[in-house]
């Protein structure tokens, strides 16, 4: 239904004071009596007695200059989502030169945060570790290396390989000869193994891990003393191949002759 001609919401900032005004329908006019409901007018609403009505400040949206804008297709928020998903850089830039209320384009960065967390946090928590983070220690670094050797007992290389349990975890000084080297491991930072055997006996076969030894130049032929840690009996899986043989992650090293 329409409104009543001469008359105005309740909540609207209008008033016509030349004219009498009813309290009930809200209608102006010049005689004594409403013309719609046909009350008489009441001393305070007639013309000149009403206090003048106060106009409401009406708060203007963010981002509103009162004008009309038009917002280019490449500005528009599909097409700027769609960039955020696809070329994030784009998409940030065409933001930031949008006429789009700050607000807006507040949530939609934290919805960009959240979209690039997800789709390169596993990336970029990767390469963080690998500049900042110190590569892992698997031998005690607590002592000196006099202290290290000193705790080492000489082990015969046949008795450690056939109780590897038994000195699993126990500091071992060992003397064997390389008979192979090899640095294709999928480990996080790439050691390098040895193959070695014992001078005498051919049949008795370890892993060793250079762990805090930085020269990996032995050779096939080197005999080396080693100072390390016995780990037992490990499977250890490489690009080339596998390996099944007691390991001892070694700290230090002496070469007794080179072939």
């Known amino acids: 239904m329409g409104r009543l001609m001469g008359a105005y919401d309740i909540d609207e900032d209008h008033d ?11 209608s102006y006019f010049e005689g004594e009596n409403c013309p719609i409901c046909g009350k008489p007018c009441p001393e305070n609403m007639k013309a000149g007695n009403r206090p003048a009505v106060k106009a409401k400040k009406k708060k203007r949206k963010s981002g ?13 928020w599909w097409f700027i989502i769609l960039m955020m998903i696809i070329f994030p850089v784009v998409g940030i830039i065409l933001l930031i030169t ?10 939609l960065v934290v919805a960009l945060i959240v ?8 990336t970029l928590y990767y390469y963080f570790n690998y500049i900042f983070e110190k590569p892992p220690v698997y031998v005690n670094t607590d002592i000196s290396e006099a202290e290290y050797r000193s705790k080492c007992e000489k082990a015969d290389p046949e008795t450690l390989f056939r109780s590897a349990d038994e000195y699993k975890d126990k500091y071992v000084c060992v003397t064997l000869t390389v008979t192979g080297r090899d640095t294709s491991f999928n480990d996080e930072y790439y050691p390098t193994y040895y193959i070695c055997q014992p001078a005498d006996n051919g049949n008795v076969t370890f ?7 930085m020269t990996k130049n032995y050779i096939v032929g080197d005999t080396v003393t080693i100072y390390g840690e016995f780990k037992g009996n490990q499977t250890v899986w490489s690009e080339k191949s596998s ?6 992650y070694m700290a230090y090293a002496d070469i007794e002759k080179e072939q």
């Open 115 to 122: 979209i690039l967390l997800f789709r390169y946090g596993g």
């Open 64 to 76: 509103d200059t009162g004008r009309v804008t038009f917002i280019s297709w490449y500005h528009s």
């Open 98 to 107: 949008s006429p789009h209320g700050k607000g807006t384009k507040a949530l």
């Open 16 to 26: 016509i004071p030349e004219l009498n005004k009813c309290p009930d329908c809200q």
């Open 243 to 248: 390996y099944d043989f007691p390991c001892i």
């Open 207 to 213: 892993l060793v891990r250079n762990c805090l030894v």
